[in-house]
């Protein structure tokens, strides 16, 4: 299937694969949508799977389903930046330079949370609390994933991507996990940056360059980030607390924390919208940024009024499901508008 007609499919599914009713009310879907899901057997978001391999075990190391999450944020941006499909051979180099350089932040996250991780249920079975990989073999593994994207990115793209790639990685160790994340509730907000910069890589792997389309796509990813992760924080305050780790959700009340969400989502809402003037989309992306958008913070106003846990993890599922379908609706409009 081409890639522009999986997404159009993708989009037209939204009401059916996104949106639930919980206890009489309204609830996101607590399944994302997102395009592993769609494959035969494709593996829930978040998976506990516990690896008991070597093999298996590396590859958890640099967290799969996230590295999901910032690829179909990097194809869309490169369509818009080439106002149709780049060359194949871009788009393959790109995406396995960032995954490359995402498994690599991972991996060194890991290594660097052993701790936390063994207190938290949700961490447990992670492949350096269990035992299965030694940390000095997972940071040797990481640093090789870091030097091999740097390269390939800057032979088969170019230096600015190679670089934007590098830093973020750099923001995220540095910035996000060593500094951030244990000493303040802003940790996800600041730290989120880093999780923004695929879409920079993409650009720039395109036009050589960062414009203000590419911005703001980093503002939009940028400002998503709090609420969706807020969501699954809210899940497992209990855990943040036992760890010691001052996430938002952990430290404020749930009301204080969802009351962030809407105004992040609000202004998340926003940043969607000055993307049709500030890149001159279209109709097709238009009208979803406005659906999607009124979805998300729909399901956060009624996470507000019925604060649960369970609720929360259904805003994190629709989160997913909205990134993927916005930036779809993107790659969808460029294509109506200039082809494939």
């Known amino acids: 299937m081409p890639f522009h007609t999986g997404f159009h499919i993708v989009s037209g599914q939204v009401a059916l694969a996104t949106v639930e009713t919980y206890d009489g009310g ?17 593996v829930a978001h978040a998976s506990r799977s516990v690896p008991t391999t070597r093999v ?12 999901e999450l910032l690829l179909i944020t990097t194809i869309p941006t490169m369509v818009l930046a080439e106002l149709g499909w780049p060359a194949t051979s ?8 960032g995954t490359l ?30 035992g299965l990989i030694k940390p000095r073999e997972a940071l040797v593994f990481a640093l090789t994933l870091e030097a091999v994207a740097f390269a390939v990115l800057w032979a088969g793209a170019n230096l600015l991507s190679a670089v934007l790639a590098l830093s973020a990685t750099l923001f995220y160790v540095f910035v996000y996990t060593l500094w951030l994340k244990r000493t303040s509730t802003q940790n996800i907000v600041i730290g989120g940056a880093a999780g923004a910069v695929p879409v920079l890589v993409g650009w720039s792997a395109v036009s050589g360059d960062v ?22 924080a809210i899940r497992h305050a209990d855990e943040y607390r036992a760890a010691g780790v001052p996430m938002m959700p952990s430290v404020v009340t749930i009301d204080v924390a ?7 989502t609000v202004a998340l809402v926003a940043a969607t919208l000055a993307m049709i003037p500030v890149a001159h989309m279209g109709i097709t992306y238009g009208v979803s940024a406005v659906v999607l958008g009124g979805l998300f913070l729909w399901g956060t106003i009624d996470l507000a009024k ?13 989160s997913i499901s909205y990134i993927t379908l916005l930036f779809g609706a993107l790659t969808v409009d460029v294509f109506i508008r200039h082809g494939f």
Do not use: C, E
Not at 90 to 97: A, M, P, Q, S
Not at 310 to 316: D, E, G, H, I, P
């Open 90 to 97: 871009l788009v393959l180099v790109t995406l396995l330079g």
């Open 258 to 264: 969802v009351r962030k969400m809407i105004a992040y």
């Open 26 to 42: 309204m609830a996101v879907g607590a399944r994302p949508l997102v395009p592993s899901r769609l494959a035969p057997g494709g």
């Open 101 to 130: 350089a995402a498994g690599g932040a991972n991996a060194i996250n890991m290594v660097i949370d052993r701790d936390i991780d063994a207190l938290m249920a949700r961490t447990q079975g992670r492949p350096l609390v269990t």
């Open 211 to 232: 414009s203000w389309s590419a911005g703001l796509l980093f503002v939009v990813i940028f400002l998503w980030t709090p609420p969706h992760f807020w969501a699954l």
């Open 306 to 318: 019925h604060p649960t846990p369970q609720r929360s993890m259904r805003v994190f599922g629709y």
């Open 56 to 67: 298996a075990g590396f590859i958890a190391l640099t967290k799969p389903r996230i590295i």
